[in-house]
């Protein structure tokens, strides 16, 4: 039994947590940035503009996550091939990164979106008075303030993007909840390794919203 | 210097203003006053374009401003500055960084001539001291001063303030107010709305009363306060002066 928890295993499923940790991260990094343009496109006077914000995230948020996954692991490549005639091979870390970003941009969006809308009106007023352009505004003024009331939410969203990244689990990505798969059928025992799994889970999400609280104390603070 | 000509504006069902027409001159110092949604500060905000007027006109140094035109419509609001009730500092940053985004970023000064402005602006308020304060550490005097100097900043030819000194406590009224007293001296255009009465009557050359979004009365300062014409104006006077 506890011959499974030689050094070797024990790094191969450390591997697979850095693993997962750095696919949550890309895709809270990436999704953010899809979440400020179509937070923005949504809060646009241009209909056509709101309508495709509010199609990409009633898509992403109303479809299954895992679902979103194998559609970009098994679907689009058929797709390519169907519109460019060559075949194209998947990565599956590159596309976990990718569906992963994509779902997460769609929850980033609406939190983002919220956010822009509780920094005070007078702010857009006094840019507008000074001439300042839309795009300074965002930059300098209103995403940095929108960011403040929405950090608590985009800490959640990591989270929760940590232990989604385990359906990439299902398109053979190496991360932690595959490792521990993959040393369960090697040693015939899913009990011990799916144990270590959740452990290794609960101490990234316990000790990341650690650390936030305590950022936002300082922040608070700092206020 | 601004002309405003049969401005209509409504909100819904309620008319804010009903044919406006209004003219300020050079150098002119004009006090909008009158009641608790009389349309004061929609007059003021329409002018500067922050509400779009259901019809009429505005004219800036004889020029219309049309906001189709949109290249020239901003140059023409540029040479207005405006001044909120509530201030409006971006309170993500610091005073003088306050002072100097829109130096930098509109008007495409450097980094040195920005500041430079900045501070002598902040300085002429007498502020040069809370450069590196941010807003939640100023008093409402304070952070008023400071919105003032912001907008001079852009080197407006005309300073339209809404209800500047409304949302501060008292003691603080005056140090603003001498503020807005020393540019009017220095030659400032400026619309005021306000309530402080005895700045209307000592500072301003004339007082537009409003009510009921129409302009009823105006007439030089001195002249309206000690001898207002139509009945609505003695009335409000009556009930804001407690003697
Ligand atoms: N954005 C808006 N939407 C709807 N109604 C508005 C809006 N702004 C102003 N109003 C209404 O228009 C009328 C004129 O308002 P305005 O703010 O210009 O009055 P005011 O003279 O500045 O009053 P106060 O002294 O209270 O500031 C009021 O009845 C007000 O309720
Ligand atoms: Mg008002």
Excluded at chain 1, 31 to 52: E, P
Excluded at chain 1, 174 to 195: F, T, W
Excluded at chain 2, 63 to 90: C, I, T, W
Excluded at chain 2, 159 to 164: I, R, S, V
Aim: hydrophobic letters at 45%.
């Amino acid at each position: 039994m506890a011959d499974i928890f030689t050094s070797d295993n024990l790094i191969f499923m450390l591997k697979g947590a850095g693993v997962s940790l750095l696919l949550a991260l890309g895709a809270v990094v990436i999704g953010c940035v899809i979440g400020i343009l179509f937070a923005a496109a949504k809060l646009s006077k241009s209909k056509l503009l709101r309508a495709i914000g509010t199609v990409y995230v009633e898509i992403f948020r109303g479809t299954p996550m895992l679902l979103q996954v194998l559609f970009f692991y098994l679907g689009v490549p058929v797709l390519y091939q169907r519109i460019t005639g060559t075949r194209m091979s998947a990565d599956p870390y590159m596309v976990g990164l990718i569906a992963l970003s994509c779902n997460s941009g769609a929850y980033q969006t609406e939190l983002i979106r919220s956010g822009i809308q509780a920094v005070d009106k007078g702010q857009w007023e006094a840019g507008e008075t000074l001439g300042i352009s839309y795009p300074v505004m965002m930059k300098e003024i209103i995403l940095p303030q929108a960011f403040k009331h929405i950090i608590p939410p985009l800490v959640s969203e990591f989270i929760t993007l940590i232990k989604d990244s385990s359906l990439i689990s299902n398109i053979g990505a190496l991360e932690l909840l595959y490792s521990a798969q993959v040393l369960g059928k090697r040693y015939y025992d899913y009990l011990d390794p799916l144990i270590l799994a959740g452990v290794m889970y609960l101490c990234m999400t316990v000790l990341t919203s650690y650390l936030s609280r305590k950022v936002e104390r300082r922040m608070t603070l700092s206020d | 210097m601004i002309k405003v000509e049969h401005l209509h504006k409504s909100f819904g069902e309620l008319k804010a203003l009903h044919d406006i027409n209004l003219e300020v001159k050079e150098g002119e110092i004009v006090c909008l006053i009158g009641p608790s949604g009389s349309g004061k500060s929609t007059l003021c905000r329409c002018i500067h374009g922050l509400e779009k007027p259901d019809s009429g006109d505005i004219y800036l140094e004889g020029e219309r401003m049309d906001p189709s035109q949109p290249a020239k419509y901003a140059e023409q609001r540029k040479k207005m500055g405006f001044v909120f009730q509530h201030f409006n500092l971006f309170t993500n940053k610091t005073v003088l960084d306050n002072c100097m985004l829109a130096q930098t970023s509109v008007a495409g000064k450097t980094k040195e001539e920005a500041e430079q402005t900045a501070m002598e602006l902040l300085a002429r308020v007498g502020l040069a001291d809370k450069r590196d304060a941010y807003p939640n550490k100023l008093s409402g005097g304070q952070k008023q001063r400071v919105a003032i100097a912001r907008a001079l900043c852009m080197n407006p030819e005309i300073m339209l303030f809404d209800e500047p000194t409304s949302a501060l406590d008292p003691e603080m009224i005056k140090e603003v107010l001498e503020v807005m007293k020393d540019l009017g001296t220095n030659g400032m255009t400026m619309v005021v709305v306000t309530h402080e009465m005895g700045f209307a009557r000592k500072v301003a050359d004339r007082v537009v009363f409003l009510d009921g979004g129409e302009i009823v009365e105006q007439a030089p300062s001195e002249q309206f306060f000690s001898n207002p014409q139509s009945e609505r104006a003695k009335d409000f006077l009556s009930k804001v002066f407690y003697d």
